[in-house]
């Protein structure tokens, strides 16, 4: 049973600093930092939301849009990777186009781009059909973007992954194998084909890009898959790239809490060493250079603010539910998918079959 969701309100998700005050210790003035927005949505029964994951036996896994597959994928008997296959023929357009007048209403070097735009994106998944909210753990928030590489996490409390490889994701075939490990990067799975770079929208969109209104691309991280589908702008990610831009991303994510780690003797020690640290610095400051810093205050900071932070631990982690119907109907609709695509069921896709 399919349940859809209310979203009752967002809110503001901040994270806060300490700003240094002389060499001697932290100013307790916290500064605040917009990170993403908290959806909090009405929970009307424990049913799974219209776009979800599922997940079954054998290690098979499956992203559903509605009534409908958007990807399915297994583990491999390894679990040094997994097969995948995109549905094509899947209408996985979770909200409405952007026009190009709702396009140019923040530009991209604006401050409250981000926090605009993922305003926008919570009131269209609102009042889409394929509304993926569940309970108050869904979060909207920038995330980093690499074409090539990247960070291995988030630069801050919100557990963001960063959007990697983003180059790769042009070529994608629609069914293959990602190998993934401890630390690996992989690119953002589309959900439908990339139009032609010829095409007017694109030739449209190019010019957003040169003129610096394109909005961002929306994302969902599926942490089963250990990657980003690609819910909203296909075209607009075609159209950066073109122009050598790295577009913004605006990530959907489902987060959990963990308890606090409360150690009062690493607490201490941090204290102590700190302490130590910063009286070597001001005994050295004359000797202090580029070459050779010292701690600094932003650094002793940080330090001190991670011991004595009490708050639960955030990670992002995506609930996925029984696979429906179980395996029988998986392995019908891979096939199915696979003849899709103008292939027969070779010896290679044995292992995700299987």
């Known amino acids: 049973m399919l349940d859809g969701r209310t979203l009752v309100f967002c809110a503001d998700f901040v994270d806060y600093r300490f700003e240094p005050s002389g060499a001697a210790g932290v100013d307790a003035r916290p500064v605040s930092r917009w990170l993403g927005l908290r959806l909090v949505a009405e929970q009307k029964s424990s049913a799974r939301p219209a776009l979800h994951m599922q997940a079954g036996p054998r290690r098979r896994m499956r992203v559903m849009a509605g009534p409908t597959p958007l990807v399915w994928a297994r583990i491999d008997n390894d679990h040094y990777g997994y097969w995948y296959l995109c549905n094509e023929r899947a209408d996985g357009q979770v909200v409405p186009p952007i026009s190009f007048d709702e396009a140019r209403q923040w530009p991209a070097d604006s401050v409250e781009f981000d926090r605009a735009w993922a305003r926008y994106f919570a009131d269209a998944l609102h009042h889409s059909s394929l509304n993926p909210l569940y309970r108050d753990r869904m979060f909207l928030a920038p995330a980093?973007?690499?074409?090539?590489?990247?960070?291995?996490?988030?630069?801050?409390?919100?557990?963001?992954?960063?959007?990697?490889?983003?180059?790769?994701?042009?070529?994608?075939?629609?069914?293959?194998?990602?190998?993934?490990?401890?630390?690996?990067?992989?690119?953002?799975?589309?959900?439908?084909?990339?139009?032609?770079?010829?095409?007017?929208?694109?030739?449209?969109?190019?010019?957003?890009?040169?003129?610096?209104?394109?909005?961002?691309?929306?994302?969902?991280?599926?942490?089963?898959?250990?990657?980003?589908?690609?819910?909203?702008?296909?075209?607009?990610?075609?159209?950066?790239?073109?122009?050598?831009?790295?577009?913004?991303?605006?990530?959907?994510?489902?987060?959990?809490?963990?308890?606090?780690?409360?150690?009062?003797?690493?607490?201490?020690?941090?204290?102590?060493?700190?302490?130590?640290?910063?009286?070597?610095?001001?005994?050295?400051?004359?000797?202090?250079?580029?070459?050779?810093?010292?701690?600094?205050?932003?650094?002793?900071?940080?330090?001190?603010?991670?011991?004595?932070?009490?708050?639960?631990?955030?990670?992002?982690?995506?609930?996925?539910?029984?696979?429906?119907?179980?395996?029988?109907?998986?392995?019908?609709?891979?096939?199915?998918?696979?003849?899709?695509?103008?292939?027969?069921?070779?010896?290679?896709?044995?292992?995700?079959?299987?």
Do not use: C
Request: charged share 25%.
């Open 144 to 354: 980093q973007v690499f074409l090539e590489g990247g960070s291995s996490g988030s630069s801050g409390r919100l557990p963001v992954p960063p959007v990697t490889r983003l180059r790769e994701t042009l070529a994608l075939p629609v069914h293959g194998f990602s190998d993934w490990d401890f630390g690996d990067h992989l690119p953002p799975l589309p959900t439908r084909r990339f139009s032609n770079e010829s095409h007017g929208r694109i030739k449209a969109l190019r010019k957003l890009v040169r003129d610096g209104q394109l909005p961002p691309i929306l994302m969902m991280w599926f942490s089963g898959l250990d990657r980003y589908v690609i819910l909203d702008g296909h075209d607009r990610l075609l159209a950066s790239l073109i122009e050598g831009q790295v577009p913004k991303s605006i990530a959907l994510l489902e987060v959990s809490e963990r308890p606090p780690h409360s150690d009062s003797r690493r607490k201490d020690a941090v204290v102590r060493e700190v302490e130590r640290l910063l009286a070597l610095r001001k005994a050295a400051e004359p000797m202090i250079t580029r070459a050779r810093p010292g701690i600094t205050l932003d650094h002793a900071n940080h330090l001190l603010v991670e011991a004595f932070d009490d708050r639960p631990t955030l990670a992002s982690m995506t609930s996925a539910w029984p696979l429906h119907g179980g395996s029988e109907p998986w392995t019908s609709e891979v096939r199915m998918g696979l003849s899709a695509i103008d292939r027969a069921v070779e010896a290679v896709d044995f292992d995700m079959i299987a």
